[in-house]
């Protein structure tokens, strides 16, 4: 019986119906060997018995990984203080990437190694997924350690009317500009193209609970970078050039 999303995780939940329904639990899955593609239809209490696995730590683990927080919206995020809004971006959806995308490239490879030949764009998906690893490392650690100690010096100069602002602004403009027009323009481009090759990252009729699985892990790296993205190239950067501009034209 497939679960619904009110349904309580129980051993005698299937691993597959219990993934289909809560796609993060595939993490817990992993982690302790057990199946839980199309074949897994197993109640968990055997499952666990038959691997010796503590129930009520397993269990516990799957109802944590099933949790939904949902952020409330809309979120003044134009009004948030500069100092605020770094931390927040940092703490939220730095933190996300640095945790998921690791799992998410997990899930992703492995489902692809074995639905290549059925779906040979999926190289292509796998390509893009690692790209973007491969880029958001160095782009989160510029932001942190460059890009927002920078803005957060220049809110305080520009709030505090120190003198020094302008010398301040002239030796670290460029960077805002080139990651709000060039990386980030980059990063929309390969969502993008994501996006087409997985038809918006919806499972053809049958498909197997790995495929929606990693469809699932894809759509909500999607739905992060997009408020991310949106976080900075509309909000913040745009305050910070502002600042910039005003401590310019100061005489």
């Known amino acids: 019986m497939k679960l619904s999303s009110s349904t309580v995780i129980n051993e005698n939940s299937c691993a597959s119906d219990i993934v289909s329904e809560h796609y993060r639990t595939a993490t817990v899955f992993r982690k302790y ?21 503590d129930a009520d730590k397993v269990l516990e683990e799957l109802k944590e990984a099933s949790r939904i927080v949902c952020i409330p919206g ?22 996300y990437l640095r945790n998921s995308l690791p799992v998410i490239k997990v899930h992703t490879s492995r489902f692809v190694e ?32 460059v890009i927002f100690p920078y803005i957060r010096q220049i809110t305080h100069a520009y709030q505090s009317k120190e003198s020094y602002a302008r010398l301040l602004v002239r030796t670290l403009r460029k960077p805002v500009e080139d990651l709000m027009n060039n990386e980030h323009e980059i990063l929309e481009k390969t969502l993008g193209q994501l996006r087409e090759l997985t038809n918006h990252y919806t499972a053809p009729e049958g498909a197997c609970t790995s495929h929606r699985l990693a469809y699932s892990l894809l759509k909500e790296l999607d739905n992060d970078l997009v408020q991310h993205i949106y976080l900075e190239n509309e909000v913040l950067f745009p305050k910070a050039i502002a600042m910039e501009k005003e401590l310019l034209e100061r005489q």
Request: with cysteine; charged share 30%.
């Open 74 to 95: 809309p979120l003044p995020y134009i009004n948030w203080r500069i100092d605020f809004l770094t931390e927040y971006i940092v703490n939220i959806h730095h933190e």
């Open 114 to 145: 074995e639905h290549r030949k059925k779906y040979p764009f999926l190289t292509e998906v796998e390509r893009k997924l690692n790209f973007l690893d491969k880029t958001m490392v160095p782009h989160l650690v510029q932001e942190e350690e």
């Open 33 to 53: 060997g057990i199946e839980f593609c199309c074949g897994a239809r197993w109640p968990l209490k055997m499952v666990l018995e038959t691997q010796k696995l």
